[in-house]
């Protein structure tokens, strides 16, 4: 049977992963969960990629990187995840030249538990969509983007929609932070 995608107004799943952090020895790998973002009374920004050492996938992540302080100026967590482990995630980025400083955690769920609850698992090779979740700090999901495994996201788009969500108002069509909302 399978899963339909979690979507806008449901609550985010809990959960508890171990994620790269870092490339300073004996510092690499945490624990993150779930509570770091609503202790924190932050937005989550959790974006989703097949697979590690891939060609799609690390133009992303260095794009997200690019912008981690857009993110972090909106007050949101910023979190990459795939169904690769915590190793394949370290070895990737130690071998790939954008992916060495990143400023967010690469969360790993290898046992797919959080992607299955997500729904968000591609039938045949049970990879993780390229989907993005912004999640509000009461941790409910707001607004998620699905994209095939062969098309890129748009970070932009991400970081517009983000603004217009914590807006907590009516935004137009394709409404820019700093323009005026509507009123109904």
Not at 97 to 117: H, N, Q, V
Request: glycine share 4%; net charge negative.
């Amino acid at each position: 049977m399978k899963n339909s995608i979690l979507s806008v107004g449901s609550q985010f799943p809990a959960y508890s992963k171990k994620a790269v952090v870092s490339l300073e020895d004996g510092k690499e790998i945490t624990t993150i969960s779930s509570e770091d973002h609503k202790d924190a009374n932050q937005w989550l920004v959790m974006f989703w990629w097949p697979k590690d050492f891939t060609f799609g996938c690390p133009t992303e992540i260095a794009e997200f990187n690019k912008n981690f302080g857009e993110f972090r100026d909106r007050d949101a967590m910023l979190i990459g995840a795939s169904t690769d482990s915590e190793f394949v995630h370290l070895a990737w980025r130690k071998d790939h030249k954008d992916l060495r400083d990143l400023k967010f955690p690469m969360l790993a769920d290898t046992s797919k538990s959080l992607a299955e609850e997500l729904g968000i698992l591609e039938a045949s090779e049970k990879v993780a969509y390229r989907v993005t979740y912004i999640v509000d700090p009461q941790g409910i999901i707001r607004w998620v983007s699905v994209n095939d495994l062969s098309v890129g996201r748009n970070v932009s788009e991400v970081l517009r929609v983000l603004d217009a969500l914590q807006t907590d108002e009516l935004c137009p069509c394709n409404w820019k932070k700093g323009e005026a909302t509507l009123t109904a």
